[in-house]
């Protein structure tokens, strides 16, 4: 480095020698004070020593901080990288997690849906079966007094047979009747109708 700063510093004032050493033809004294030839040296010897001051500060002050910065700026960069990775991971994670407890609380949903159909089909045939028990018993009530009805029916039409037949035969004879003579001229007329 040392070798690179000595070139870069020895080339302007060879230049400027070498200005300083050859004046150029029909130069006037009163033009610019930078193209005086008599005040090279010194304007070279300036040039340098503003030229070293400008190479140490960029070269140890300003570069290594914009280097770090840099630097710094890159590091964050990758950070910043590395987190939305992680942040990514995170989000399909949660997704997955998500997803997973969506089709378990589907599944649940269904399983107690399930449940609750064969419960509420479980309690209407139990319902059902109760219902068929109390008709069976009802019908079976609504016969038993039908046939004591039909029997008590019969009973009536008897008696009102015997009734009557002793009536007619009181008013054709004039005689009454035996309680068997009526009985077997009734089961007489029931199997001739039969």
């Known amino acids: 480095m040392r070798r690179h700063l000595a070139g870069v510093l020895a080339a302007p004032l060879?230049?400027?020698?070498a200005?300083?050493?050859?004046?150029?033809?029909?130069?006037?004294?009163?033009?610019l004070p930078q193209l005086n030839t008599e005040t090279y040296a010194s304007q070279v010897?300036?040039?340098?020593?503003?030229?070293?001051?400008?190479y140490l500060l960029m070269s140890r002050i300003f570069l290594?901080?914009?280097?770090?910065?840099?630097?710094?700026?890159?590091?964050?960069?990758?950070?910043?990288?590395d987190k939305a990775a992680e942040f990514k991971r995170q989000a399909e994670e949660a997704e997955a997690e998500y997803k997973r407890a969506l089709s378990d609380a589907k599944a649940r949903a269904s399983k107690i849906a399930q449940e609750t159909r064969d419960e509420i089909d479980a309690e209407i045939r139990a319902m059902q079966a109760d219902t068929d028990q109390k008709l069976e018993a009802e019908?079976?009530?609504?016969?038993?007094?039908?046939?004591?009805?039909?029997?008590?029916a019969a009973s009536a039409v008897r008696?009102?047979?015997?009734?009557?037949?002793?009536?007619?035969?009181?008013?054709?004879?004039?005689?009454?009747?035996?309680?068997?003579?009526?009985?077997?001229?009734?089961?007489?007329?029931?199997?001739?109708?039969?």
Not at 14 to 17: D, F, I, K, P, S
Not at 19 to 31: I, K, N, R, S, V
Not at 162 to 180: C, F, G, K, W
């Open 45 to 54: 010897f300036w040039l340098l020593i503003a030229f070293l001051v400008l």
């Open 19 to 31: 200005l300083a050493a050859a004046p150029a033809e029909g130069e006037a004294e009163g033009g």
């Open 139 to 152: 019908i079976a009530a609504a016969e038993a007094r039908i046939e004591e009805t039909s029997a008590q």
């Open 159 to 194: 008696e009102a047979a015997r009734e009557t037949t002793r009536a007619v035969v009181m008013a054709l004879i004039d005689e009454q009747p035996s309680d068997d003579a009526v009985d077997a001229a009734l089961k007489s007329a029931e199997g001739a109708r039969s």
């Open 64 to 81: 290594p901080r914009l280097g770090g910065m840099i630097e710094e700026r890159r590091q964050r960069v990758a950070d910043d990288f």
């Open 14 to 17: 060879l230049v400027g020698t």
